[in-house]
């Protein structure tokens, strides 16, 4: 809290990624000679409707979270507690960049290819957010890195012991952006990219996989698609409607 305002990390960790992935592309972009201040114009729209599109996908692939007997619908809008689909996000802030290039002027896939790697570097900080929130983990673990949730949060699986730790998944998405971005960088550094070369592997594999190996160790198959969901294995409950 400061003051009367609520402050969520989740939130923070979601502005910081912004932050990071403005700044790496800004410094790509000059040298395909965009200038810097197309930056900020076209990451407005990518933002926004990334976010949106991110919620949208979450909400759709969770039904039962948002509709039930009883449910505050006011709760679809409630970002700050978590609920960012990576797949809904990039689908939608692509589409956003898109927007955004065509009101500045500028080639789609001059801004994507200088964006590619400072996506994934924000995908990685905004995944900072989970560890805030105690979501987006595994089955229990006895790894030495397993994540601890507090035995009073309502995250917490019931039937299991205080003090249980659990795999991190979060923690693994962001060694796989990390790692994606630098190899984008390295690769670009050493060889000759033509368009779409370094957005290719983030929009169409490096970003997508992450949640699609996740879920072979976290959630059992849904009604809408079991590869395309980065949900836990060990659910967060919904209230109880009233009777």
Not at 107 to 136: C, K
Not at 151 to 156: E, G, Q
Not at 191 to 217: E, I, N
Request: charged share 10%; with cysteine; proline share 8%.
């Amino acid at each position: 809290m400061i003051g009367p305002i609520t402050v969520h990390f989740y939130a923070l960790c979601i502005l910081g990624g912004i932050v990071i992935a403005s700044i790496v592309t800004a410094k790509r972009i000059v040298k395909v000679g965009i200038p810097r201040s197309v930056v900020l114009d076209v990451s407005m729209w990518a933002v926004i409707v990334g976010i949106i599109g991110g919620r949208l996908y979450h909400v759709v692939t969770h039904p039962t979270d948002y509709f039930y007997k009883g449910a505050d619908l006011w709760t679809i809008f409630a970002v700050w507690d978590g609920g960012l689909a990576i797949f809904g996000s990039i689908l939608f802030g692509t589409l956003g960049v898109f927007i955004g290039c065509r009101r500045a002027g500028i080639r789609f896939f001059a801004f994507a290819d200088a964006l590619a790697p400072g996506l994934l570097f924000a995908q990685a900080f905004g995944r900072l957010g989970n560890y805030f929130n105690q979501e987006l983990y595994g089955p229990p673990t006895t790894l030495a890195w397993g994540l601890q949730i507090h035995s009073s949060s309502p995250a917490f699986p019931s039937g299991l012991p205080a003090g249980t730790l659990f795999q991190p998944l979060f923690l693994y998405e962001m060694v796989w952006d990390i790692a994606g971005a630098i190899l984008i960088i390295f690769l670009g550094r050493r060889f000759v990219m033509s368009w779409a070369d370094p957005w290719a592997p983030t929009s169409s594999g490096t970003a997508p996989a992450a949640p699609t190996w996740k879920h072979s160790v976290s959630t059992p198959p849904n009604s809408i698609s079991s590869a395309r969901r980065s949900t836990p294995m060990w659910r967060r409950p919904r209230p109880c409607s009233a009777s």
